[in-house]
């Protein structure tokens, strides 16, 4: 079982810079892959970015490659969302996702536990 806390979320100009954490429980933390996914009004779900158990493999959406940068800190038990150069229509609840050892990270449905969300607001 683990369980995902994240903080991090708020009200931001474009342009500016937020850093989300997740914080696990739980102390197979550092086998699972995790991930960010977030969900704007009326829009379904959408991976942000995931990160493979090492932190040796990556994966971001397009709309946020060069801008935004996942890691972790296995010691810690806490992945981060680092987003640069915000814009307007990156405004969404952000959730940390995390998924057991062989599952693939790409999909949303291999993702077995999930956090509560966070939002985070762009403004223009």
């Known amino acids: 079982q683990v369980q995902l806390v994240e903080s991090g979320g708020g009200l931001v100009q474009a342009g500016g810079s937020l850093r989300l954490s997740c914080a696990a429980s739980?102390?197979?933390?550092?086998?699972?892959?995790m991930a960010w996914f977030r969900q704007a009004p009326g829009k379904e779900r959408e991976l942000v970015a995931a990160?493979?158990?090492?932190?040796?493999?990556?994966y971001y959406a397009s709309s946020v490659k060069g801008r935004f940068t996942i890691s972790r800190d296995n010691a810690e038990n806490t992945v981060y969302l680092q987003m640069n150069s915000l814009k307007p229509e990156d405004t969404a609840i952000y959730y940390c996702?995390?998924?057991?050892?062989?599952?693939?990270?790409?999909?949303?449905?291999?993702?077995?536990?999930w956090g509560q969300g966070t939002q985070v607001t762009v403004s223009s």
């Open positions: 996702a995390a998924a057991p050892p062989s599952r693939n990270l790409m999909r949303r449905d291999d993702y077995d536990y």
């Open positions: 739980g102390r197979t933390f550092s086998s699972y892959g």
């Open positions: 990160i493979g158990y090492s932190g040796g493999i990556t």
